[in-house]
């Protein structure tokens, strides 16, 4: 089975092999778990007349904040569900999600060296029995039909064709299993893509979806809508605070600009597999 099937694919593979961004790994020593999220939630702002080491563990638990509500929105898994991280990064969800639930995850992503960094934090963890990680491309996982009981995507859908990704799920989630994603998505009522939205694209290499194009792709696929979470407002305090940090990369106004002047949402999707 070849993984990396286009151009497009290996370019996204290349930028995260080579990433050692100082806002995701200074973060991740925090805890130890590393995320490649961004936050939500309330900014104690009393950390900017700190150490700068304060500033990144609130930027660390905004994250960890935002982790915590996609798992919620996973439902009862039971210690013997399979769930799986689909683009797991370094794996700080799928570790949160082991801890909480007990079970079984699988995580897959393009980057080995992803793969790799987390396979290794499973070790260290003492759970790769029961956490395991990947080289696998989310469009075609080869996971067996109907084997898994939950699904997220954690701001990964931009990287692919939402009517391939959402088929797939459709093969490999069992009936009644739950999809969450938590995604950027641009807002359709403004028309096409916004200056902000473009520049986020770039600096990642990514496609940013209209809204509208979850839903029809998940109708399309026998994925059913249970909760839509609107985040964009619990997100901006997080941009706000990483645009002062020492960590700041240069996407922060974007963000802030997308988020504020309406052309962006942040959205948390959970539905069921009918
Ligand atoms: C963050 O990862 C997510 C992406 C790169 C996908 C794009 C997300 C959107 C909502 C549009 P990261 O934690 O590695 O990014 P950064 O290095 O900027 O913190
Ligand atoms: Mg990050």
Same mark, same amino acid.
């Given at each position: 089975? !070849?993984?990396?099937?286009?151009?497009?694919?290996?370019s996204i593979a290349d930028y995260w092999n080579k990433e050692e961004s100082p806002v995701n790994l200074r973060l991740g020593?925090?805890?130890?778990?590393y995320h490649h999220? =961004?936050?939500?939630?309330?900014?104690?702002?009393?950390?900017?007349?700190?150490?700068?080491?304060?500033?990144?563990?609130?930027?660390?638990? *905004?994250?960890?904040?935002?982790?915590?509500?996609?798992?919620?929105? /996973?439902?009862?898994?039971?210690?013997? #569900?399979? *769930?799986?991280?689909?683009?797991?990064g370094r794996?700080?969800?799928?570790?949160?999600?082991?801890?909480?639930?007990?079970?079984?995850?699988?995580?897959?992503s393009i980057s080995q060296k992803q793969v790799d960094f !987390?396979?290794?934090?499973?070790?260290?963890?003492?759970?790769?029995?029961?956490?395991?990680?990947?080289?696998?491309?989310? *469009?075609?996982?080869?996971?067996?039909?109907? !084997?898994?009981? #939950?699904?997220?995507?954690?701001?990964?859908?931009?990287?692919?064709?939402?009517?391939?990704?959402?088929?797939? +799920?459709?093969?490999?989630?069992?009936?009644?299993?739950?999809?969450? %994603?938590?995604?950027? %998505? =641009?807002?359709?009522?403004?028309?096409?893509?916004?200056?902000?939205?473009?520049?986020?694209?770039?600096h990642y290499i990514?496609?940013?979806?209209?809204?509208?194009? +979850?839903?029809?792709?998940?109708?399309?696929?026998? *994925?059913?809508?249970?909760?839509?979470?609107?985040?964009?407002?619990?997100?901006?305090?997080?941009?706000?605070?990483?645009?002062?940090?020492?960590v700041?990369t #240069?996407?922060?106004?974007?963000?802030?600009?997308?988020?504020?002047?309406?052309?962006?949402? =942040?959205? /948390?999707?959970?539905?069921?597999?009918?």
């Open positions: 089975m !070849s993984i990396l099937t286009t151009a497009y694919q290996q020593e925090v805890s130890g778990t999220h =961004y936050g939500i939630g309330a900014v104690d702002w009393s950390v900017l007349g700190g150490p700068d080491e304060r500033i990144i563990e609130e930027m660390h638990r *905004l994250e960890t904040a935002q982790a915590e509500l996609l798992l919620d929105h /996973l439902g009862v898994i039971e210690p013997t #569900g399979r *769930l799986l991280d689909s683009g797991s794996g700080g969800t799928s570790f949160m999600a082991n801890q909480r639930f007990g079970c079984h995850v699988d995580g897959i !987390s396979n290794d934090q499973a070790r260290r963890r003492g759970v790769k029995d029961r956490v395991r990680f990947h080289f696998r491309n989310m *469009l075609d996982t080869g996971f067996k039909t109907g !084997s898994l009981n #939950g699904i997220w995507n954690n701001e990964s859908t931009m990287y692919v064709d939402l009517s391939k990704l959402f088929a797939e +799920y459709a093969r490999i989630l069992a009936p009644g299993g739950r999809y969450v %994603c938590i995604t950027g %998505c =641009y807002n359709d009522v403004y028309g096409h893509p916004s200056k902000a939205v473009s520049q986020i694209n770039t990514c496609d940013i979806h209209p809204r509208s194009a +979850y839903f029809r792709a998940m109708a399309d696929n026998r *994925l059913v809508p249970i909760n839509v979470v609107d985040l964009t407002e619990a997100t901006i305090p997080y941009w706000e605070l990483r645009a002062q940090s020492t700041a #240069g996407i922060e106004e974007a963000f802030l600009n997308a988020y504020k002047d309406g052309s962006f949402h =942040y959205l /948390l999707i959970a539905a069921d597999r009918i």
